[in-house]
């Protein structure tokens, strides 16, 4: 079997907010790569054994005291080097040039022209001379070191890519890794296949062959656990795991009745029915509702559903006691997340908020098929092992379910409800075409009555609002610009089939200062 990890990719972070991006397009080459903090040891670096080095944008001044500074030596080791930014300022900076504050900020599109003779990380990336970038820096190079050529300048900034091709060092000033930067995937592909020479063995394919492979050398004949939550993590994980162990793989799906219409019909009917996993369907759903009474507290609410599942999860494990393993769902950025977290250099994503955070005293050891993936390989992968793409590719949905989104006091009643408009919301934007333009689509349950009119009645009745939102990592995020003639439809189908809703809205705010869920 091909070894997926042989060819990789080190990308060194100096704070920018786009570093996960340079993961992403590089992983599209289907080449692995790793993000690590910009001071990791030199050590550190020969061990990871790179075919090539990615230095990061960051938000400081390479001049500035205190700014991340690089293991020097790292430009010793000849291995090809880009630099992007800050990364491309630390360069010219170590070789002698020279870096100033551009005056003025520059942020957004700007014209790329060649200057002189681009060297063959930019083949193909210039049209007639010119390619459209994405810019967002405030200092520039002045002047650049020995041995190095400028390559492109725009109006505003004389020198914004640089190179010593012999040594296979470039620099840009822009972003490459962002959709912004329309030539830039194929820059960072020339940059990782061509001038790092890799072949490109990180594929779907590979990467399931890969992970079967060390589960079963990881587990051997030991059984394993694993809290199914219907969520693309813990449903790919359990595919995976499946896939490589069978039998030896118990799931437990805990029912709390805080679900979307039919999802644990579905999860059922997905993994025990087609894919013949074992799962113990645990019915809690009173049990949620009973402990939810009364409380109207997010907080609260979130620590109750949270503290019960647990309490459910160890029950149902007590039943399966020769396992010795708990599997979850863990991805790459919740690795980076937790790894920042102790360094210190917190990463600005939050956190998936993962089922199976167990007690310490359960002894169980941790199996993470996941841990080296981005959502969008772990979605790849999940439709490779067949699952149904509804599934993967499904919007994120909160692990306190509906219990964050029916307001105030969650009842069955209200969630009974809430599941129906919800299902014909979701249901209308699959049809019209808008499910996958939209990152995050749901509706919350107001409950508070309001009157209406019905036939010759009058009606006083609930409230439902809805929420779609456009983002890129969920820390901001716009509105949707949904269509009225969509908007409409969707109403009229709300308030005609779900019994005790007579009003809808439609939510126009962004985030921030809002936030996406409604609490
Ligand atoms: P907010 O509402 O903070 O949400 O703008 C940002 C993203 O996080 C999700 N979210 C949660 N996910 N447990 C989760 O697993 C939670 O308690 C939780 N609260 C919010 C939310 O759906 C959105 O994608």
Known sequence: MADIHREKILILDFGSQYT???????????????????????????????????????????????????????FELGIPILGICYGMQLICRHFGGEVVPAGKREYGHAELAVKGVPGPLFEGFFVDGKSSVWMSHGDHVATIPDNFEVVAETGNAPVCAIQNVARKLYGVQFHPEVNHTPQGAQLVNTFVRKICGCAGQWTPGKIIEDAVARIREQVGSDQVILGLSGGVDSSVAAALIHRAIGDQLHCVFVDNGLLRLDEGDQVMATFAGNLGVKVTRVNAQQRFYSALTGVADPEQKRKIIGNLFVDIFEEESNNITDATWLAQGTIYPDVIESAGAKTGKAHN??????????????????????RELFKDEVRTVGEELGLPKQMVWRHPFPGPGLGVRVLGEVKEEYCDILRQADAIYIDELYR?????????????????????????????EYVIALRAVETKDFMTAGWYPMPYADLARISN???????????VTYDISSKPPATIEWE
């Open 20 to 74: 996960q991006l340079i993961a992403r397009r590089v992983r599209e080459c289907h080449v692995y790569c790793e993000l690590h903090p910009f001071d990791m040891s030199l050590d550190e670096i020969k061990a990871f054994g790179a075919q090539g080095i990615i230095l990061s944008g960051g938000p400081k001044s390479v001049y500035e005291e205190g700014a991340p500074a690089i293991t020097e030596e790292l």
């Open 349 to 370: 994503i939050k956190s998936h908020h993962n089922v199976g955070g167990l007690p310490d005293y359960m002894k169980l050891k941790l199996l993470e098929p996941l």
């Open 432 to 460: 019209s075409g808008h499910y996958h333009k939209i990152s995050q689509a749901f509706a919350v349950f107001l409950p508070v009555k309001s009157v209406g009119v019905m036939g010759d009645g009058r009606t006083y």
């Open 493 to 503: 189908r709300i308030i005609n089939e779900v019994k005790g809703v007579n009003r």
